[in-house]
Nanobody, 120 residues
Framework: QVQLVESGGGLVQPGGSLGLSCAASGSIFSINAMGWYRQAPGKQRELVAAFTSGGTTNYADSVKGRFTVSRDNAKNTVYLQMNSLKPEDTAVYYC??????????????WGQGTQVTVSS
């Protein structure tokens, strides 16, 4: 099993910045992809920013130029720096990882989610 523990999030004013982090732990053999998704009330969960299995990054068009995803492979941690936040960025942000353990093949794992609210 792989556990994803998120930190960060909270309330921020429009135009402000916020950072999220997500650390993976457990019997990890390999992490193939890792990143962030979000889900706003009444909407489907959507990709925000993530590293692919090939090591490239994907960003939602709505966050390009404002959000930056980064990672520390030694710590199995992925970060999301969010700048110039807008009210429409308000959502629950979920960490995702596709990882293999010493006991299983590649599986999708999700964090518990952290609330980001952008409001004045």
């Amino acid at each position: 099993q792989v556990q994803l523990v998120e930190s960060g999030g909270g309330l921020v004013q429009p135009g402000g910045s916020l950072g999220l982090s997500c650390a993976a732990s457990g019997s990890i053999f390999s992490i193939n992809a890792m990143g962030w998704y979000r889900q706003a009330p009444g909407k489907q969960r959507e990709l925000v920013a993530a590293f692919t299995s090939g090591g490239t990054t994907n960003y939602a068009d709505s966050v390009k130029g404002r959000f930056t995803v980064s990672r520390d492979n030694a710590k199995n941690t992925v970060y999301l720096q969010m700048n110039s936040l807008k009210p429409e960025d308000t959502a629950v942000y979920y960490c995702h990882a596709n990882a293999g353990t010493y006991y299983s093949g590649d599986v999708d794992y999700w964090g518990q989610g952290t609330q980001v609210t952008v409001s004045s």
